[in-house]
């Protein structure tokens, strides 16, 4: 389990942009950093915060037609896109690359999915051998063996399975055993009854129907195989926790041998199942026993032959990006268009460059880094974090909820916080991942199993806890509890969240602020359950566990209270870790500002105060537009809070932002005192 700043998703940039990391410019003679256009002057702070710092840009920054929101992440990730495109050209047209080397990976998978004649010539044959071996299942034996092979692949079918830290003993690798196999975001979109929701399901049904068709099926019959395939996910979809439900690590935790894991679903042979993956062990975690009581269920009365078009199903859905145009515009318009608004399809050099950094991430972060990562930028984070946990620690002993015994305790966690900074120490070894230029999926399939047998092999190995879970090139960051690390990759520091030729107030508004949402995620309500060694071990004391889900409670009335789209809320059970991170990130990055040169000056740069310009940071961080589609989707989906209210939210509860801005009872962003909530 991992902590974003963000969620997951690809993002795109239109134009180049170049970038320099410049160092060493005292605050003195910082260059400027404000852009007025950006501003909408005609609103006052105190009316709506967001609009005032953002409202300009919102107006000049529509969404392109290919990207379902469009914002700070994603203009930073323009110089992604600028140097992975280059290199990928540049390979793919070198005939001269070494065999077996990086190079010549990268270029002969961005050459097979640049092939457009290729690609739609070959249609649905480079999954024949998938097709046939499903065309051939007897019984549920024989089935379980294609289902193995299709784990190994990266179709994943019927459930979930993955190797990684044990929860209770972050030392050791455990195999994960948990629910899966539903092809719409998350369960509730099987029952919600709105008519919308009714609608986004017939389109889910049509969809289905349409990829059977691939395989020469007619209409009525696809129809009618769409309906029981539907009925089947519903069914795993009914079995299975909400995304809440699965937020409280202990819930989801049920350490048993395969024979119990057996005991819930005996029709499969567990033990044979798992060695066909090449997984030997006796002891598993088990996510959701009752999921697998109705797999159970599931395997004594529904027909074969369905189970049998569920998994071709599964097979040409998870590879269609990979196919031919028509099946790869299949799988957009319903995930891309019917759930999040996008227009259209971004274009075929942005789809296959966001795929090979999927798959070969660290390949193409070697060459990353070289050019947009230097010494002076982990230089000057270093010194951020360092500044940053030193407030958090004095922010702990100085707190009045907490009893001294956990306060030490929660110190030693902090002090316990290891960091990563720009790119691994050493790079992933891809020398036994074959990739050639016959077949787009074919290497899609290949790298999916060299994933597959990357993470099975560290089974019964000491842990490597100099592992990233992100390439140096991506836009984001994380805390990782299991290893109780905070990890900021290069893609991240670039401007508006790092700028090493910018003041302080800038820098501790952005990056500083993420560097303090990434160590408040070890305090929030998951995080804190886990000790300083990244174990789910309960040190605090009751009263004070009280004392603390009090405070979330309030935070979680806050955010539950705005209305984000129509009559549509955020969900402060589904949002609540990353909140709380919001709101540590504001207060701590703002005291430990408040240390700085600048932060204890009153000279304007720029027309704003130091104090102003924090905030502004702040608030700037997390402009975007975004369609009303894909709003409604992460309001179901998304750990997050929306953007509009991450800006604004959580320093509505400082203060400092109502004396910086001259805000006061009566206006929109005021907050009364008895209503604010301090938590770090
Ligand atoms: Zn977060």
New binding site residues.
């Given amino acids: 389990m991992q902590?974003?700043?963000?969620a997951t998703l690809p993002l795109l940039a239109i134009a180049l942009l170049f970038f320099a990391c410049k160092s060493g410019t005292k605050t003195e003679t910082a260059k400027p950093v404000l852009n007025a256009a950006d501003f909408d002057s005609t609103i006052h702070p105190g009316a709506d915060f967001y609009k005032y710092v953002n409202g300009g840009w919102m107006k000049n920054n529509p969404i392109p037609g290919d990207e379902s929101r469009w914002g700070s992440f994603s203009e930073v990730d323009k110089m992604r896109y600028e140097i992975l495109h280059k290199i990928l050209d540049e390979a793919s047209a070198d005939t001269k690359n070494e065999k077996g080397s990086n190079r010549q990976k990268v270029g002969d998978f961005y050459f097979t999915g640049m092939d457009s004649v290729n690609l739609n010539k070959q249609g649905i044959e480079p999954l024949k051998e998938e097709l046939v071996m499903i065309d051939g299942i007897k019984d549920i034996k024989g089935m379980m063996s294609v289902i193995a092979h299709e784990m190994k692949n990266g179709t994943g079918p019927l459930y979930s399975i993955y190797a990684g830290q044990d929860d209770m003993n972050s030392s050791k690798i455990v195999v994960n055993v948990s629910q899966g196999g539903i092809g719409m975001p998350e369960k509730d979109y099987y029952f919600r009854t709105d008519p919308k929701s009714v609608e986004l399901r017939a389109q889910y049904v049509a969809l289905i129907a349409s990829i059977l068709m691939e395989r020469g099926v007619d209409a009525s019959t696809a129809e009618a195989k769409a309906v029981k395939i539907m009925a089947f996910e519903t069914s795993l979809a009914g079995a299975s926790m909400s995304q809440v439900e699965m937020r409280d690590p202990y819930a989801t935790y049920h350490k048993m041998t395969v024979a119990d894991l057996q005991k819930f679903n005996p029709s499969v042979d567990w033990k044979s199942h798992m060695a066909e993956m090449g997984i030997t062990v006796d002891t598993i975690i088990c996510g959701q026993p009752a999921f697998f009581k109705l797999v159970e269920t599931q395997m004594k009365k529904t027909p074969l032959d369905v189970w049998k078009d569920y998994l071709a199903w599964n097979v040409i859905i998870s590879n269609a990006r990979f196919l031919s145009d028509s099946l790869a515009l299949k799988s957009f318009n319903f995930y891309g268009k019917a759930l999040n608004g996008t227009k259209q399809m971004q274009p075929r050099w942005k789809r296959v460059l966001n795929n090979i950094d999927g798959n070969m991430g660290e390949a193409l972060g070697e060459e990353y880094v070289k050019t947009a990562f230097t010494p002076e930028a982990k230089k000057r984070m270093n010194e951020m974090i360092d500044n940053m946990i030193a407030t958090f620690r004095e922010r702990i002993q100085k707190n009045d909820w907490m009893n001294d015994s956990t306060k030490t305790k929660a110190i030693t966690k902090l002090d316990k916080i290891t960091r990563k900074i720009g790119y691994p120490d050493k790079w992933r070894d891809y020398s036994s991942l074959t990739i050639d230029r016959s077949s787009y999926c074919t290497n899609v399939l290949r790298s999916n199993e060299w994933g597959w047998n990357y993470m099975i092999n560290k089974i019964g190995k000491p842990v490597d806890r100099t592992e990233w879970g992100m390439s140096p090139q991506t836009v984001n960051a994380?805390?990782n509890p299991a290893n109780n690390e905070i990890v900021f990759p290069a893609g991240i520091l670039q401007p508006p969240f790092f700028d090493a030729t910018a003041d302080d107030a800038i820098n501790y508004g952005g990056i500083g602020a993420v560097i303090c949402?990434?160590i408040t995620?070890g305090f929030d309500d998951q995080g804190s359950q886990y000790d300083g060694e990244g174990n789910l071990k309960k040190w605090w004391s009751t009263n004070d566990m009280d004392n603390f889900k009090g405070k979330a409670a309030k935070l979680g009335k806050q955010f539950s209270l705005y209305i984000v789209l129509d009559s549509m809320h955020i969900n402060p059970d589904l949002t609540m870790?990353?909140n709380i991170?919001?709101l540590g990130g504001a207060m701590i990055a703002y005291a430990a500002f408040q240390k700085t040169k600048e932060g204890q000056d009153t000279t304007k740069m720029e027309g704003y105060t130091p104090h102003q310009r924090f905030f502004i940071s702040w608030t700037r961080v997390w402009r975007n537009n975004i369609r009303p589609d894909a709003l409604i989707s992460r309001l179901r989906t998304d750990?997050?809070s929306p953007g509009q209210i991450r800006g604004i939210a959580p320093i509505t509860n400082m203060n400092d932002f109502f004396t910086a801005f001259n805000i006061k009872a009566g206006d929109a962003m005021y907050r009364d005192d008895s209503l604010r909530v301090a938590i770090w």
């Fill in positions: 902590k974003f700043l963000k994380y805390y949402h990434e995620h870790g990353e991170a919001d750990y997050h």
